[in-house]
T-cell receptor, first 115, second 109 residues
Framework: DARVTQTPRHKVTEMGQEVTMRCQPI?????VFWYRQTMMQGLELLAY????????DSGMPKDRFSAEMPDATLATLKIQPSEPRDSAVYFC?????????????FGEGSWLTVV | RKEVEQDPGPFNVPEGATVAFNCTYS??????FFWYRQDCRKEPKLLMS???SGNEDGRFTAQLNRASQYISLLIRDSKLSDSATYLC??????????FGTGTSLTVIP
């Protein structure tokens, strides 16, 4: 059963530390999204890639966040330095997009707590 | 203005009740529409796509009104297991997926 895989599932870190989250999209999917979810803001789009090329990262704080897709099987989201306000669930999602009606599938999320 | 807006609820309904959620979207060029379900501390999962002609999946019925730019989800004969947050999702070009903040449903025994 194909699924999006994210690591780590849970991370507690101290303010100022670097955090890297990883995502393995479903094989064959051409689009990968990074979302952040908090109780107050709901699901916010941070960045997304099509065929590994970044298409939009306007939702991402550029000074501390970076997203890359070094190959088709790996997407990364890095926070450096981390701050307590970054505490949230970070979801990766992938889909085979370009045709109307196709949808996206989420990983289980990386639960980040910055203290 | 947000791309997608939903009433956050919460909706508390007794078992067996019928409940309906609405969602409005701002981009008239939107092409694809979905409802996702998210359980507590879990990832969102696709519940159903929404087609122009309306579509049904068991106890769930989804409808789209392009003229008024809203989407609805109707749940009949509510079960305890339907308790979750329901997210309305709109995609304009097959690239961007915009999520509503979700509507919370609790089905009470």
């Amino acid at each position: 059963d194909a699924r999006v895989t994210q690591t780590p599932r849970h991370k507690v870190t101290e303010m100022g530390q670097e955090v890297t989250m990883r995502c393995q999209p479903i094989l064959g999917h051409n689009t990968v999204f990074w979302y952040r979810q908090t109780m107050m803001q709901g699901l916010e789009l941070l960045a997304y890639f099509r065929n590994r090329a970044p298409l939009d990262d306007s939702g991402m704080p550029k000074d501390r966040f970076s997203a890359e897709m070094p190959d088709a099987t790996l997407a990364t989201l890095k926070i450096q330095p981390s701050e307590p306000r970054d505490s949230a669930v970070y979801f990766c999602a992938s889909g085979l997009l370009g045709l109307s009606g196709n949808t996206i599938y989420f990983g289980e999320g990386s639960w980040l707590t910055v203290v | 203005r947000k791309e997608v807006e939903q009433d956050p609820g919460p909706f508390n309904v007794p078992e067996g009740a019928t409940v309906a959620f609405n969602c409005t979207y701002s981009n008239s060029a939107s092409q694809s529409f979905f409802w996702y379900r998210q359980d507590c501390r879990k990832e969102p999962k696709l519940l159903m796509s929404v087609y122009s002609s309306g579509n049904e999946d068991g106890r769930f019925t989804a409808q789209l009104n392009r003229a008024s730019q809203y989407i609805s989800l109707l749940i009949r004969d509510s079960k305890l297991s339907d308790s979750a947050t329901y997210l309305c999702v709109v995609s304009s070009t097959g690239n961007q997926f915009y999520f509503g903040t979700g509507t919370s449903l609790t089905v009470i025994p």
